[in-house]
């Protein structure tokens, strides 16, 4: 496979394919397609990617690549999981930092879900272990074009004295490696390698 689709608005995971692409040495090259799909209710962002997957797959004909991810809050039972996206939408960082007024609890964390539909409709699905940190009590003023979403500027990851959107991407990267015991995008990346042999 010389180009792989990748269905997201988000310039952001682009971004981090293209990084565990170089880091697995895989060829493909990543091509993003903004397409319109749309975003279902679901308990799970695994069962978001899977029914967003179909969609792309629909609309495009081809293999395509979808992520959907989830934020989890320990103090609010997982919420907003799946609705992060939507959360982050309606009050943003500022409705975080509200929500989370007098709750010491601040341990959050995320998941990713890839879901890569092959050229013969064939579901490969890719999950990423939590990626913990803590919510801060103010919203950072510092903004990075290549944060995945808002919640770069309240999440800080465990063993960090900054916020995602303070680090540099080199210390993000060491501290997802040190963080993550399984990175689906670098997963993914090495799967895509052994299948394109």
Partial sequence: MNELCFATTNDGKVASLRRAFEKAGTNATVRQL???LIEPQADTSREVAL???RQAYEQTGRAVLVDDSSFHI???NGFPGPYAKYMNETIGPDG???VMHGIDDRRAYFINNLVFIDDDGTEHTFEGSPYPGVITHE???VTDPTAWSELFRIFMPEGSGKVLAEMTSEERREKETSNLQKDCYLDFARWLK???K
Wanted: glycine residues 0%; charged residues 15%.
């Fill in 96 to 98: 975080y930092i509200k």
């Fill in 51 to 53: 029914v967003k997957a």
């Fill in 74 to 76: 320990v103090a609010l």
């Fill in 34 to 36: 903004k397409l319109s």
């Fill in 139 to 141: 919203v950072s003023t």
């Fill in 194 to 196: 052994q299948q394109t």
